[in-house]
């Protein structure tokens, strides 16, 4: 069993690199990319896929590598995460997020404190948050069934896809979400517009929870095991 102090230092070190990622990558795509937003998009993606599936595998034993309040509280309302270290986890993913945004602000020398003017929010990805989150949650609580060390691998691939087939691109994380308003880049969301965004995503996850919930009470009931 690893201390409380470790779950939340991994929680805090996966946040700040996959925030890092994003942002980063996200800059790093839009000065090669040439005003072309398909091939710097796909670099986000590519960069944000691969870097999940090493850290969730890399930190899962030290905190779950969570990285992210939605499936934080997806396992608390599972009775799987205490009240306590819920509360913990969300206020490290939080300052992990900004703090992997300004890491990558320095990284590519340009101004550290930033808001992001990148409106995002409509009818189509507010859907799409939901829909991107539910499918998030999913993989995870799947594969854990199937087998938990496939959770990195299926992540990574999962958030490759619904980086393109979602309207939003996939932020499905409210810790990414918030730091994301922080940086006026390609990755960057508007401040006005993480609210609704952060909304949907919980929304997607306690659907996810609650589709899963169902699902095992059935196969019970049935008698069949779990």
């Known amino acids: 069993m690893q201390s409380t102090t470790t779950k939340l230092t991994g929680e805090f070190i996966g946040t700040l690199f996959l925030v890092a990622t994003v942002v980063g990558s996200g800059i790093m795509a839009e000065r090669l990319a040439a005003g072309n937003d398909a091939v710097a998009l796909l670099g986000n993606t590519l960069a944000t896929g691969v870097m ?27 009775k799987e995460l205490s009240h306590s270290l819920t509360s913990l ?3 490290v993913q939080i300052l992990g997020g900004i703090c992997g945004t300004w890491l990558a602000h320095v ?33 995870i609580l799947g594969t854990l069934r199937v087998n938990p060390n496939w959770v990195g691998a299926t992540v990574g691939l999962y958030i490759s896809g619904a980086y393109w087939f979602t309207a939003s691109t996939s932020f499905a994380n409210p810790a990414v979400t918030i ?3 922080l940086t006026e880049s390609f990755s960057g969301i508007a401040p006005m517009d993480v609210a609704p965004f952060v909304l949907a995503q919980l929304v997607g996850a306690l659907l996810a929870t609650l589709c899963f919930w169902m699902l095992r009470r059935s196969k019970r009931e049935d008698g069949v095991a779990d």
């Open 52 to 78: 999940l599936a090493v850290l969730i595998t890399v930190i899962r034993s030290l905190s779950g590598a969570h990285f992210n309040p939605a499936v934080s509280v997806t396992f608390w309302v599972r």
């Open 89 to 91: 986890y969300l206020i």
């Open 107 to 139: 990284m590519f020398d340009v101004e550290i404190l930033q808001t992001s003017t990148n409106p995002r929010l409509s009818v189509g990805t507010f859907v799409a948050e939901i829909v991107a989150t539910f499918g998030l949650v999913a993989t």
């Open 179 to 181: 730091a994301r308003c």
